[in-house]
Nanobody
Framework: QVQLVESGGGWVQPGGSLKLSCTGS??????????MAWFRQVPGEDRKFVAQ????????YYGDFVKGRFTISRDNAKKMGYLQMNDLMPEDTAVYYC??????????????????WGQGTQVTVSS
């Protein structure tokens, strides 16, 4: 069983930055065991893919709307994933979820492929 806990959300003005963290734990979660991803969701809409990183960290993928503003990374020794978000815009306001999948993550995965999810962290971008 895998547990994921996000942190780092909050309020930021347009153009600002936030770094989200995702801590993985559980007997099934260890270095290189899971690919990781970030999704986001606003009320009334489906969960949307933001970014994904493979188990080794060698492959990364991003949603089209990211446009070079976000960077996903991971520290396998610490069993953590990160999402650095720069140049934030009001439309980035959402609950951000960390997800993990036992698949390698060398191709873009769908939300259904991820079998562990965090509780979400709110990101609000406004002036």
């Amino acid at each position: 069983q895998v547990q994921l806990v996000e942190s780092g959300g909050g309020w930021v003005q347009p153009g600002g930055s936030l770094k989200l963290s995702c801590t993985g734990s559980g007997p099934s979660f260890y270095a290189y065991s899971h690919s990781m991803a970030w999704f986001r969701q606003v009320p009334g809409e489906d969960r949307k893919f933001v970014a994904q990183i493979s188990r080794s960290g060698a492959r990364t993928y991003y949603g089209d709307f990211v446009k070079g503003r976000f960077t996903i990374s991971r520290d396998n020794a610490k069993k953590m994933g990160y999402l650095q978000m720069n140049d934030l815009m009001p439309e980035d306001t959402a609950v951000y979820y960390c997800a993990a999948a036992t698949l390698g993550g060398t191709v873009v995965l769908s939300a259904a492929d991820f079998d562990a999810w965090g509780q979400g962290t709110q990101v609000t971008v406004s002036s």
